[in-house]
């Protein structure tokens, strides 16, 4: 079914630009190093300063960009969110993504938290646009629909939470080493995108009520359109 297939090409996409990234950070692209000021006043002796370089792996910054929209628009099309939710869940996940990017340049450690508590306020955002009109919006469908919504929703919103909780041990306050980093967003990374891409195409195959009208099925409409041959009739 045309309407349908529109999960599975976000899907397809989500998985293409992550393997990308992977790809590059695998091949030594995509990473260079932040330069981090440490300043520590003492009261009898002078200040002590201390200069941090720690590797930053950009291109997983430029994956989420990416990739983390299309995770919403899966999960906004099964809940059948409307455009104006869509539309702020999407902006709120851009910006929490970009400050995520400042906050891991930044040169001190003021700047580099005060970036975090925007991206946190943005997911909270996220959050909202999901748990609240995306539930009002599942609930006028199918039970089935609700459920598999409810379920898969809230393994992303579990998922998506502990990114920030890594990136605070890590980038952060650098008490996770650049290794044990890229452990922990890669098993995030397989869960949140391969793993939920299969579990919302299997579980949604067989459903016939989640289907996606409008352009998307249909293009555009001719209705309001100019018509040369009217004109010269007239």
Known sequence: MQQKRLFHVLTTFITTFAA???????????????????KESHKHVPSTIEHVYRQIFWARYIDWSVTTPLLLLDLSFLAGLNGANILVAV??????????????????????????????????????????????????????TAKLFGAIGGFTLILWTLYPIVWGFGDGARKLTVDGEIIAYAVLDVLAKPVFGFWLLFANSGNA???????????????????????EGA
């Open 91 to 144: 902006v709120a996940d851009v910006i929490m993504v970009l400050t995520g990017l400042f906050a891991a340049f930044g040169h001190n450690n003021g700047q580099k938290w005060g970036y975090y508590a925007i991206a946190c306020i943005a997911y909270l955002v996220i959050v909202w646009q999901l748990v609240i009109p995306g539930r009002r919006a599942v609930m006028a469908k199918d039970n089935k």
């Open 209 to 231: 009520n989640t289907s996606i009208d409008g352009f998307w099925s249909h293009g555009l409409s001719a209705e309001g359109t100019v018509r040369l041959d009217d004109d």
């Open 20 to 38: 990308l990234s992977y790809f590059a950070m695998a091949t030594g692209d995509g990473n260079s190093f932040a330069h981090i000021v440490i």
